[in-house]
Every structure is written in C-alpha cells, then in structure tokens.
C-alpha cells in the first residue's frame, strides 16, 4: 500500500521559515516526479513546486525565490523549504506523486497524495 506522510507544518509569523517533509512509503519514487500543492479554504488546490527524478525543479510564480524543493530518493522523501513566508500562503499543504518521471504542474496529473498538512501564517 502507497502512503505520502506529510509532516512539518504549523504556526509561524510572517516573515518566518518552515520546512514540510513528505516520507513515500510501499514503493520507491526514486524515478517519479513528485510535487507540492496546497488548498486554501474556499479556494482550489493550486500548484506550488514540482521536482523530477534528477532534481530538476518547478515552482509557481507566487512562491519563486522563497521557497525550495528537494528530494532524498534514498530516504523516499521530498522536501519543501518555506522561507520569508506570507499570510496568504496559509493552506492545506499536500505532497504528491506521479507514476511518470516528468514534472507537471497539474494536480490531476499525480497518481498518489499525502494527507495533507496545515500551514498557517499570522501578520
């Protein structure tokens, strides 16, 4: 059985850092792109960053320069580096994979979903 482990979320100021891990579990995503999304209340699931199996990277243009992913394929793990965070970038944060090496930038496109992770950023 699949499993996506998000952790690493919770409460921090604006201006403040966190970084949200996501643990695969039941095969290896060593050569599948994996990616980040998040879901604000009232709002749609929207793309944040995408990496491929050799590290290659996508990020939207909302968090470009603030935020990083990153990848362990030896731990099946990918990462997500917050930095210089903002209010809006409060959300649901998800971490997702696909069963293709490509990266993409569209939810429908991944194959298996974490659980998802709270993020929250005060003024």
């Known amino acids: 059985q699949v499993q996506l482990v998000e952790s690493g979320g919770g409460l921090v100021q604006a201006g403040g850092s966190l970084r949200l891990s996501c643990a695969a579990s039941?095969?290896?995503?060593?050569?599948?792109?994996m990616g980040w999304f998040r879901q604000a209340p009232g709002k749609e699931r929207e793309f944040v960053a995408t990496i491929n199996w050799i590290g290659g990277s996508t990020y939207a243009d909302s968090v470009k320069g603030r935020f990083t992913i990153s990848r362990d394929n030896a731990k099946n793990t990918v990462y997500l580096q917050m930095n210089s965070l903002k209010p809006e970038d409060t959300a649901v944060y998800y971490c997702a994979a696909r069963e293709g090496s490509a990266r993409s930038t569209w939810y429908t496109e991944y194959d298996y979903w974490g659980q998802g992770t709270q993020v929250t950023v005060s003024s």
């Open positions: 039941g095969r290896t995503f060593s050569k599948s792109a």
